[in-house]
């Protein structure tokens, strides 16, 4: 017979990601999913399962809800385990799961769900009203020699991933004592990170609520600013002391030709082209180590030497940008079977002297860099035809062990005298594998 299990995690490649894991065992039916607390509760009382497997943090808050659903669940609900996923391998935040007194309960960290049937292991003990709780949290905990030997011998057991029934044979006793030894084993546990089970997993609340909202706060920052600039401001800093002149590389890269496709398709296709472009083309600018300064429409400028200085700069910039050529190339070759059109991009590179911080008012600011350096880069792309890397002296120089051909100046918009300009160029083949 089946067991029937609920998934609740917010990520949907994660939650899919496990139901397809689940899908490739004999006797294990995923009957529902949910995306977030509320939603878990409800998909519990409506199916009944045999087993709900949560995330520890979902919306709303992205706190503790897997644990505080776990117990609810087995209030509302005796018959059913619950498997909480996470992250977190401090041992504190399973004895918030495991430190109250019930049965049916697990605590997997999320890095050995592709290891092996861990997962499939934790769901057959918690069906059967065994806990579990995961072997490296079981082993930190088994490293405290002042235990009695009786919690030695069950925590050294459970550091090897042994479910009651093994534990049962080893010891010579029944699934239901060792139950017992368990339950009895985490109340002392948790005890022992505070004043009783009861406060401990209070007090564990409240701290990590207080590092949630620091952490989302962070969070929510990095995705408006780089990470490097987010860091400095939660440390104290100002946006007025975070401005710095320094030298960096510019790259610009635009779609050619995309206004006229944009005019000929649906609006949904033209999304569904660009999401699927910009998104390839981030990849490749963090993969270098850049940073994404802004998107412009189909176009894309990103940073390579701030916030954070490299002596490089110049090299990965131009690295970088015949990355994004060969990538575009890639997705042309994947849409080609979709009847798409093919897109082409060209890319302008710049170094010099930049100012870096934020800009902005009324209190809305931005993270970018400004100067004659960034308006060159720009003006360099819009020369660039598709599939084309254009550099100027500066970068070429910066970068000698990047080929490059010089295509003589260039007239630019804005400015007076022409720009000497360089094709960066593919590295050629080994020189033993020429002729």
């Not at 609920?6 to 496990?18: A, F, H, I, M, P």
């Not at 009203?129 to 020699?145: C, E, F, M, Q, Y």
């Not at 007090?203 to 400095?232: G, N």
């Not at 940008?321 to 093919?342: S, V």
């Amino acid at each position: 017979m089946s067991i029937r299990v609920v998934l609740g995690d917010d990520n949907v490649l994660v939650r899919e990601g496990v139901r397809a894991l689940l899908s490739a065992t004999d006797d294990i039916d995923v009957v529902g999913v949910a995306e977030d607390a509320p939603s878990l509760l409800a998909a519990a009382g409506e199916h009944l399962p045999d087993v709900v497997v949560t995330d520890i943090k979902m919306p709303p808050n992205f706190q503790l809800e897997g644990i505080e659903c776990a117990h609810e669940i087995r209030r509302r609900h005796p018959g059913t385990g619950v498997v909480v996923l996470s992250a977190h391998d401090d041992e504190a935040y399973a004895l918030a799961l495991l430190g109250g007194g019930d049965s049916g309960l697990a605590y997997l960290l999320k890095d050995r769900l592709g290891q092996g049937d861990d997962l499939e292991r934790a769901i057959h003990e918690v069906a059967k009203g065994g806990s579990l709780i995961d072997p490296t949290i079981a082993a930190r905990l088994s490293g405290d020699r002042q235990r009695s030997g009786e919690d030695q011998e069950i925590l050294d057991l459970m550091a090897k991933g042994l479910g009651y029934a093994e534990m049962a044979e080893q010891l010579g006793t029944t699934p239901e004592a060792i139950d017992r030894r368990v339950t009895e084993l985490f109340q002392r546990l948790a005890a022992e990170a505070g004043r009783g089970a009861s406060t401990a997993v209070d007090e564990l609340k409240r701290l990590h609520a207080a590092v949630v909202v620091s952490e989302t706060s962070a969070r929510t920052l990095r995705s408006f600013v780089p990470s490097q600039f987010a860091d400095r401001l939660a440390s104290g800093a100002t946006t007025t002391d975070l401005q710095e002149e320094l030298e960096a590389t510019i790259l610009f890269s635009d779609i050619r030709g995309f206004s006229t496709l944009a005019e000929q398709l649906p609006a949904r296709e033209v999304a569904t082209m660009l999401a699927r472009h910009l998104s390839a083309m981030a990849e490749v600018v963090l993969d270098h180590g850049g940073t994404i300064d802004k998107f412009a429409g189909d176009g894309v400028m990103a940073i390579f030497g701030a916030p954070e200085p490299m002596p490089d700069h110049a090299e990965r910039a131009m690295r970088c940008a015949l990355a994004m050529q060969a990538r575009q190339q890639e997705l042309n070759w994947e849409t080609w079977t979709e009847q798409l059109p093919q897109l082409g991009i060209g890319i302008g590179v710049n170094t010099g002297t930049v100012i870096a911080g934020t800009i902005g008012g009324a209190g809305r600011l931005e993270y970018t860099v400004l100067g004659d350096a960034v308006n060159l880069a720009q003006r360099l792309q819009s020369l660039a035809e598709a599939g084309e890397v254009l550099a100027t002296a500066a970068t070429a120089s910066a970068a000698p062990r990047i080929p490059t051909e010089a295509v003589g100046p260039r007239e630019v918009k804005g400015r007076k005298e022409p720009v000497e300009t360089f094709r960066v160029l593919p590295p050629g083949p080994p020189a033993d594998q020429i002729g």
